[in-house]
Nanobody, 121 residues
Framework: QVQLVESGGGLVQPGGSLRLSCAASGNIFSINAMAWYRQAPGQQRERVAIITSGDTTNYADSVKDRFTISRDNAKNTVYLQMNSLKPEDTAVYLC???????????????WGQGTQVTVSS
């Protein structure tokens, strides 16, 4: 059993910052790529940022130069530092990770439950 638990969402004014965290726990052998997605009401889920096991990163054009993804492999945790937030960043942010489990050694795709980020004055 593997779980991803996000934290750090909330209400912030335009131009403000938030830091999201997502910790993976359970029968983990290794973690490949970790990513953050977001979904606003009535819109499709969008990948915001991804970081590979080798620390290569990639960002959606809409967040480049404002958001930074990082990971702490010792803690099985991925972070998303969000700066210069805009109202259009408002969404539920979901953590995603490709994890190889101890039990089967197979690679599975896991999702967190999501954390709400609201950018409003």
């Amino acid at each position: 059993q593997v779980q991803l638990v996000e934290s750090g969402g909330g209400l912030v004014q335009p131009g403000g910052s938030l830091r999201l965290s997502c910790a993976a726990s359970g029968n983990i052998f290794s973690i490949n790529a970790m990513a953050w997605y977001r979904q606003a009401p009535g819109q499709q889920r969008e990948r915001v940022a991804i970081i590979t096991s080798g620390d290569t990163t990639n960002y959606a054009d809409s967040v480049k130069d404002r958001f930074t993804i990082s990971r702490d492999n010792a803690k099985n945790t991925v972070y998303l530092q969000m700066n210069s937030l805009k109202p259009e960043d408002t969404a539920v942010y979901l953590c995603n990770a490709r994890i190889r489990t101890i039990q089967t050694m197979a690679l599975y795709n896991y999702w967190g439950q999501g954390t709400q980020v609201t950018v409003s004055s």
